[in-house]
């Protein structure tokens, strides 16, 4: 069974900058794809970010340039570094777990991720 476990949410000012975290159980960690959403109250949760060992990064539209996602594998860790953060970005943020690599087209795709965390909430004051 495998868990994600975000970490790193908060209140933070506009123009300011979060680094979320996600651990993740399991000894094939590097061998998935990892990816950020995101879901605003009223909204559909969106892609954000996806990392893959042999696709590289991809980055919705809206964060690129802003949002980092890295990954070290030998923590299990994902992290989403956050920088010039406006009220748009306040929203429940959710790693997860890809099933297979992804490409440009799908990466933002929900159905195409297996497990999912619980989320951490980042709200954005102006």
């Known amino acids: 069974q495998v868990q994600l476990v975000e970490s790193g949410g908060g209140t933070v000012q506009a123009g300011g900058s979060l680094r979320l975290s996600c651990a993740a159980s399991?000894?094939?960690?590097?061998?998935?794809?990892m990816g950020w959403f995101r879901q605003a109250p009223g909204k559909e949760r969106e892609g954000v970010a996806y990392?893959?060992?042999?696709?590289?990064?991809y980055y919705s539209n809206s964060v690129k340039g802003r949002f980092t996602i890295s990954s070290d594998n030998a923590k299990n860790t994902v992290y989403l570094q956050m920088n010039s953060l406006n009220s748009e970005d306040t929203a429940v943020y959710y790693c997860?777990?890809?099933?297979?690599?992804?490409?440009?087209?799908?990466?933002?795709?929900?159905?195409?991720?297996?497990?999912w965390g619980q989320g951490t909430q980042v709200t954005v004051s102006s």
């Open positions: 399991g000894r094939t960690f590097s061998q998935y794809p």
């Open positions: 997860a777990r890809a099933s297979s690599p992804l490409d440009g087209s799908s990466w933002s795709f929900r159905w195409r991720y297996d497990y």
């Open positions: 990392i893959s060992s042999s696709d590289g990064t």
